[in-house]
């Protein structure tokens, strides 16, 4: 029975000292506030660039087979029209091309070539704000590492060097807490970014293949 008595208060005890998540954030100070803000932060950045730049890929397979037959055809007002209704960065290049049929190609390709620049732009909003996160997140952390050293060191001072567990792990708790919160939001956000770079760059050489094929096309003979 006084087995297992002490027993039960062994568990009881061990429940009291457990620590839940929101009391270990707690324990790392006032930095935690600061990279649970950048880490919210960055859920937003990646989710929000990276339904915009899904978007942006989507592209019917027929697109250029049916610009190509419309020019071919002379209904150049039409493949217009079929561009303002595809909502894609493709879709606007190609249209500014269009607008420019009749004049020199290397005026068509300048133009192509400042659209793309544009919507490359557009897709990369933020990801310079991703990429900072994913550097400073780290030093975040490490700053609050050494702030929980010199809690400890000021703490024992005050004790007149004695070193006691008990004494120590307010400043111990900031110095690790703080370390493990700025990597967990620095790596998904340095992962993240280079993920969003990945598909951009695929996107690009998507524009790239769908200029040419453009260009390929003006050059063909127009049919009337």
Request: with cysteine.
């Amino acid at each position: 029975m006084i087995t297992l008595l002490q027993a039960a208060e062994a568990a009881v005890t061990s429940e009291e000292t457990r620590m839940g998540l929101w009391e270990l954030f707690l324990k790392g100070g006032w930095l935690m506030w600061p990279l649970l803000i950048l880490g919210g932060v960055t859920v937003f950045i990646f989710v929000e660039r990276y339904m915009a730049i899904r978007k942006a890929s989507t592209l019917d397979m027929n697109f250029m087979n049916r610009i190509r037959d419309y020019i071919s055809d002379g209904k150049i007002a039409v493949a217009v029209n079929l561009c303002k209704k595809t909502d894609t960065p493709i879709a606007r290049m190609i249209e500014k091309g269009i607008e420019r049929i009749g004049r020199p190609m290397g005026d068509v390709q300048t133009a192509i070539e400042n659209v793309a620049n544009l919507e490359v732009s557009k897709l990369e909003t933020n990801l310079p704000f991703l990429a900072t996160i994913a550097g400073g997140a780290p030093m975040l952390g490490f700053l609050g590492t050494v702030l929980g050293m010199v809690q400890t060191f000021m703490d024992m001072s005050a004790a007149g060097g004695t070193v006691d567990l008990g004494l120590l792990a307010s400043g111990m708790y900031v110095a690790m807490v703080t370390t493990v919160g700025g990597l967990i939001v620095g790596i998904p956000a340095y992962f993240g970014y280079n993920y969003l770079v990945a598909r951009i760059e695929k996107l690009v050489f998507q524009m790239e293949a769908n200029s040419i094929a453009f260009m390929d096309i003006l050059n063909q003979p127009v049919q009337k």
